[in-house]
């Protein structure tokens, strides 16, 4: 039986208020809704009383509660809105609206309120009935839903002018988001605005200021590449928990992007595939952690031109801003959920992927291009192949194996020849340079076998083209391994020199 000050909560299935509930959950430090209480709700709507009408959260709630008593037109007194939230502690008989009997569309339990789209963002204005059965203009919530449900934006993130929140398959997940943006949300509440306008800001270490034009001020600020923030903060997650706790079930992510403005309500969907996330939740705690944290901190540069002149900026370019979570996109984390986006996992971006990101080969695969050594991660690669691709260990091994043989017989030999056409040819010339080492071996031991050969090169799937980039892959690390670039430095490009080319590369996409 349940304590009488149980505020009898647990989870919905409804992303906005599962979202709210696992917000409710990070401010009282409880681990299940169930724990919550109703004296912990009060902690809830006392910092919806402090902080949502001071009007440092008005860009952020505009787009979320339009024409509530926290903003806008109908911004009123805290007092005027604790029917709402401070839902729980109003008797329900108060809404003589309610129809007696009525239940909660989002847990089941006995309704304490209706709710229309000041309440629930995207839902239908007041007195709107939209074909719904009985004339209904608003839909019954249970008390203390409509305050879980009030503090989702917490939960949340403004980005890109909208409100992000994510949703997992296990709430587990789902609220390690809540806390995490919970903290960047009390953290910015915290903060005094900019003087100085620029296009980043010390104390924004995950988000971008934002220039209201009209009132010549700082605003809230807001988060960038909201996907790639999600990725980012994924990788976070996964490396605070310990390995136990990582889920053995596959756990997909969905970040919503919603606006409920009047001018242009919108919702964008993004998954994250349970693929993409076991892979990034394995790739930070293992032997692929090291390649893994080179990839995550791809995030593109900024261009800080706002401190010149319109004309200035026009004639010269300005100086470059390192990119980071909430301030840019990462390209690698963009590129990783698009293997996805056709609704299965596509093996030709797979391959693109593992080239660019885990071999270093640059963008456009210019002729006579040089790689990165340090990129070139075998068990980052590996990781891939089981997680995203699911392809079988067995020809994971041939691949490997054969791999090696090549590696092995490059640093006996010193072919250079056969290295380049690895890391550099076309899946047909490498083929042909490995016909011509094989009859270079026939009078010693023979560089592979048919069944070697077999095994790593033929299958029905026709990826030759990430077979070769997975050879590279281990042979160039294999060979980094060996002193192999010590002797032969030419075969490298500086870290600094590629990262510059990839950048421009980008920008010029």
Known sequence: MKDAGSAKLQWTGHVLVDVGIAGVCALTSRSRPEDVSVDDLDRVSDFIAENYFSGKLDPFLNVVFLNSGYCGPNKTHPKAYEDVFRAHRVEPAKNVALAAGATCVFSGKPAGALVHRQHLPLFSAAEVMNFRPTGQTAVPIASSYLVALQFAPMAGRRAEGR????????PSTTAAFARRYLEDNRRLLALALPTERAIVHPSFAREQPMWDSQKKSHKMADVKGPRSLVLWDLTEIAGEAHPSDLRPHPVALTVYLLSNSGQGPSLEVLDIPSGAVSFVRRAVQG???????????????????????????RKKASAMVPGRAGWSRNRAFEDLCQIFDAGFADRTLAGRWLGRYVLGRPAGEPEKSRLRRSDASWALAELLLEEVLGMKSERIDAVKAFSDKLAEHILRSNERKLYHSIVFDKPYQLRAALIRAQRRSVDGTLLFGLDEYANAWLHEDGDEFLVRDLVAIRVVERLALSG???KNPEDLQPEQENEENAETAERER
């Open 287 to 313: 032997a692929a952690r090291p390649a893994w944290i080179r990839i995550r901190s791809r995030f593109q540069p900024l261009r800080d031109s706002s401190d010149e002149p319109a004309a200035r900026r």
């Open 484 to 486: 192999y670039f010590e």
């Open 163 to 170: 409100m992000l929140v994510v949703h997992a398959d296990d």
